[in-house]
């Protein structure tokens, strides 16, 4: 069966520094994966997917098959990166399953 | 385009107190979802409709009925509410296709004391 594993509920760093977050996943079919956040009061969003090897707001995701990982990262973390993160598989051609989450504090 | 739209915003029913939570789009889109939030759970699928007239059980499905009225709405009802249904739902939408990312709704803030 398929499963995201997001292994850090809380990841706290200060304003400048690097972030990763991370998610690792088990998919027997290809994987496509995906970022989404979700702000302070805001609804969920997409932030990235893999299959377009994008940086959206300076974050980056590389999958890694052999490592079975989709590891969210970004230089320079920001006081407006505070939220809350999602990590996502496609299964079955149209549904996501989400891992657990990690929450995201960037101190000043 | 208002994207996916959910109502109410805010709910509090007494255990036993049935409800539907509407959901609806603007975009044309074919799959529609309800999943609900919890802390330390993550978003987790209850019910999914892949097109008007169709849907299939997620992963939580148990104490929660679904209609997809039109291409437009997909409604979540619970018959009997439980304390174990105090939860955010949110309705999400997605035009089928490989790479197509879901939208959501706002959610649905719901106590059942």
């Known amino acids: 069966a398929q499963r995201v594993t997001q292994p850090e509920k809380l990841l706290s760093v200060f304003k400048g520094a690097p972030v990763e977050l991370k998610c690792n996943y088990s998919?027997?079919?290809?994987?496509?994966l995906f970022w989404y956040v979700q702000y302070s009061r805001q609804r969920l969003q997409l932030l990235l997917r893999?299959?377009s090897r994008e940086s959206i707001k300076g974050f980056t995701a590389d999958l890694n098959k052999g490592e079975t990982s989709f590891h969210l990262k970004k230089p320079f973390a920001q006081e407006e990166d505070s939220a809350m993160y999602y990590c996502a598989l496609l299964y079955n051609t149209d549904k996501l399953i989400f891992g657990t989450g990690t929450r995201l504090q960037v101190f000043p | 385009n208002a994207g996916v739209t959910q109502t109410p915003k805010f709910q509090v029913l007494k255990t036993g107190q049935s409800m539907t939570l509407q959901c609806a789009q603007d975009m044309n889109h074919n799959s529609m979802y309800w999943y609900r939030q919890d802390p330390g759970m993550g978003l987790r699928l209850i019910y999914y409709s892949a097109s008007e007239g169709t849907t299939d059980k997620g992963e939580v499905p148990n104490g929660y009925n679904v209609s997809r009225l039109n291409k437009r709405e997909f409604s979540l009802r619970l018959e009997s509410a439980a304390p174990s249904q105090t939860s955010v739902y949110f309705c999400?939408?997605?035009?089928?296709?490989?790479?197509?990312?879901?939208?959501f709704g706002p959610g649905t803030r719901l106590t059942v004391l």
């Open positions: 998919y027997s079919g290809s994987p496509e």
């Open positions: 999400a939408s997605r035009q089928r296709g490989y790479y197509n990312e879901q939208f």
């Open positions: 893999h299959i």
